[in-house]
């Protein structure tokens, strides 16, 4: 028996960290840094990592490039802290709030010479933590410097960068009597990752040997629960649910997914630039995310943990079909769900479909 914790629970405590503005350790082979993320740090923990000048900020090649600032990892760039900068510096690089009124940031001196892989790991643990995909890192001689502080500390030689999905494990379920598709049973899954739960709605009994009416649906504070008419979410959500009604059987998969994967408070900055004149892709981009962030095999792995293999899939993104069946779950017809659609959002979608190959 042992309490020592496995490479998924140290991973998920990092992420708590950066949430909470304390820096974590990284290491790989002979290479060890501390890196914070830029959102959350404060101006004491700012100070102290960037006094000798070997600090670096790591953002992606999608917010270098609105910075113009030469991205010489490819997917990321590092930039250099000069001397002086202070922390509302750092913050206006990593977040595009004060784009168009102070659009002349730089030059920047990126670096390009030495090893970036703690810096990628550092990114996709910012992004895991729903934080802006920008982190401070500085250089440490060895971990134990961390360890003193008991600061938390990856090894990425023996807990590595997560490249499968996580397994799920039902919690609970119980009979949910619902307005729009009848009687119902809601499912709670919880990930071995530390990660969201996610939710699976069971409408009537499915037979487990025939296709089910399935859709993934990915969660949307504003759409599903505030009516927001700026997306076509609520009117997806609510439809899906009354034609697995009206069918008499279907699977409805919540997925903790908010705004494409970023979470709500980058949605809203996402929002924040759409009304500054930007479409939603352009948005994520200035915001240092891809066009899509969520992860599609959720939805494949609750499938298969419910008994599903084949199912007939409510969606218009084709990227979703792709997915379930990279994953192993036969998709044998599609069903559109165009429902939903407004003056206000006319351009959201036009923008899914012109840019994310949405079928609408």
């Not at 690089?93 to 030059?107: C, N, Q, R, S």
């Not at 030689?157 to 494990?169: E, Q, R, V």
């Not at 892709?281 to 293999?309: K, M, P, T, W, Y």
Request: glycine share 8%.
């Amino acid at each position: 028996m042992t309490l020592a914790l496995t490479p998924a629970e140290r991973r998920a405590r990092a992420r708590a960290d950066l949430r909470m503005g304390v820096p974590v350790c990284l290491t790989e082979g002979s290479d060890t840094v501390l890196a914070v993320a830029a959102e959350t740090l404060t101006p004491a923990r700012f100070g102290e990592m960037a006094a000798d000048g070997a600090a670096v900020l790591a953002i992606t090649s999608r917010r270098a490039e609105t910075l113009k600032a030469r991205a010489y990892d490819g997917d990321l760039a590092r930039i250099a802290v000069p001397a002086g900068a202070t922390l509302d510096w750092l913050q206006s690089i990593a977040d595009p709030a004060d784009d168009l009124d102070a659009p002349m940031k730089g030059p920047f001196r990126t670096e390009r010479d030495g090893r970036s892989d703690l810096h990628r790991a550092a990114i996709a643990l910012a992004k895991e933590a729903r934080l802006l995909p920008a982190v401070l890192v500085r250089p440490l001689d060895s971990p134990l410097t961390a360890s003193a502080a008991n600061l938390t500390i990856l090894n990425l030689d023996t807990d590595g960068l997560p490249t499968d999905a996580a397994s799920y494990d039902e919690v609970i379920s119980a009979r949910l009597p619902m307005a729009l598709a009848g009687v119902g049973r809601l499912h709670i899954f919880r990930p071995d990752d530390g990660g969201e739960e996610h939710y699976a709605i069971e409408i009537g009994q499915p037979d487990r040997s025939q296709p089910v009416l399935a859709r993934l649906h990915s969660a949307c504070f504003t759409g599903d629960l505030l009516g927001s008419l700026k997306c076509d979410c609520g009117p997806q959500l609510r439809g899906a649910l009354a034609a697995m009604g009206k069918e008499g059987a279907g699977v409805l998969l919540y997925l903790n997914q908010e705004g494409r994967g970023i979470g709500l408070a980058n949605k809203m900055r996402a929002y924040a630039l759409q009304d500054q004149g930007f479409d939603t892709v352009q948005a994520n981009h200035r915001l240092g995310f891809e066009d899509d962030e969520r992860d599609f095999r959720i939805g494949a792995a609750l499938l298969r943990e419910l008994g599903f293999s084949s199912v007939r899939l409510m969606t218009n993104n084709p990227a979703k079909i792709a997915m379930m069946r990279a994953q192993g779950i036969e998709v044998v017809e599609r069903v559109p769900l165009q429902v939903g659609k407004t003056a206000e959002n006319a351009a959201y979608l036009a923008t899914k479909a012109a840019k994310s190959g949405h079928l609408l």
